[in-house]
C-alpha cells in the first residue's frame, strides 16, 4: 500500500524567511496531494493542494511542487509569519477510485519566530 | 467547504467504558471517514462510513472496537468500546465534498481514558 514520508519534523524559522516540507510517496498510482495544518486543538485545515496533472500550484505565499517521476512533492510558505505556525502533513490519494483514502506523512512541526 | 461539528470536544473516561462520538455535516456527503491521532502522532484512518452500507475497517481496527453507524447522509456516530488508556487519542471526523475531491475535518474530539 502506499507510504507518505514527510521532512523535516521540525522546522524553526525567522519571520519573514522561507519554509520548505518535502514529502516522497511510494505508490505510483496516487495522483492526488493535498496539504493539511493543523493548530493546537483543531482539526486538519486543507490549504493547498495538487493533482498529478498538474506540476506547480500556487495560492498567495502558499505554493506546492510535484515531481512525479522522483515520487515527491513540497510545501513552499514565502514571507512566513508568527500565525503560520503550526503542524503541517502532507497526504496522497488516488483521485477517482472506489474510495479515496488519505493516506498522510507523520507531520511537520513549523515554528515561525518573530 | 463543508462545516463538520463533532461532539463531544472532549472526554475523560474511565477504562472499561464506552464513548460515542458524534459527527454532524451541514450538508449530505457520500463518504465519511473516521481518523485517529495519538498525541504527537500523524493520522491513522480506523474507517470509511457509507450511508446505506456497513463500514470498511482499515487493518488493524475491528467493528467490535469501533462500531460505527451511518444513518443518513449528513451524520455518523463513531463508539470507542471497552476503552483502555492506549485508546487516548483525538479523533477525527472527515467527510468529502464531492467524491474523489477535497476532504475537510471536524475539530475532533480529544479522548483521555484513566
Known amino acids: 500500500g502506499e507510504n507518505v514520508e514527510q521532512h523535516p519534523s521540525t522546522l524553526s524559522v525567522q519571520e519573514g524567511d522561507s519554509a520548505v516540507i518535502k514529502c516522497t510517496y511510494s505508490d505510483s498510482a496516487s495522483n492526488y496531494f493535498p496539504w493539511y495544518k493543523q493548530e493546537l486543538g483543531k482539526g486538519p485545515q486543507l490549504i493547498i493542494d495538487i493533482r498529478s496533472n498538474v506540476g506547480e500550484k500556487k495560492d498567495q505565499r502558499i505554493a506546492v511542487t510535484l515531481n512525479k517521476t522522483a515520487k515527491h512533492f513540497s510545501l513552499h510558505i514565502t514571507e512566513t509569519q508568527p500565525e503560520d505556525s503550526a503542524v503541517y502533513f502532507c497526504?496522497?490519494?488516488?483521485?477517482?477510485?472506489?474510495?479515496?483514502?488519505?493516506?498522510f506523512g507523520t507531520g511537520t512541526l513549523l515554528a515561525v519566530q518573530p | 467547504s463543508a462545516v463538520i461539528s463533532q461532539k463531544p470536544s472532549r472526554d475523560i473516561c474511565q477504562r472499561g467504558t464506552s464513548l460515542t462520538i458524534q459527527c454532524q455535516v451541514d450538508?449530505?456527503?457520500?463518504?465519511m471517514f473516521w481518523y485517529r491521532q495519538q498525541p504527537g502522532q500523524s493520522l491513522t484512518l480506523i474507517a470509511t462510513?457509507?450511508?446505506?452500507?456497513?463500514?470498511?475497517?482499515e487493518s488493524g481496527f475491528v467493528i467490535d472496537k469501533f462500531p460505527i453507524s451511518r444513518p443518513n447522509l449528513t451524520f455518523s456516530t463513531l463508539t470507542v468500546s471497552n476503552m483502555s488508556p492506549e485508546d487516548s487519542s483525538i479523533y477525527l471526523c472527515s467527510v468529502e465534498k464531492d467524491r474523489g475531491v477535497e476532504a475537510f475535518f471536524g475539530q475532533g474530539t480529544r479522548l483521555t481514558v484513566v
Open positions: 450538508s449530505q456527503v457520500t463518504m
Open positions: 462510513a457509507n450511508q446505506g452500507s456497513e463500514a470498511t475497517y
Open positions: 497526504a496522497a490519494s488516488k483521485f477517482g477510485g472506489a474510495t479515496n483514502k488519505l493516506i
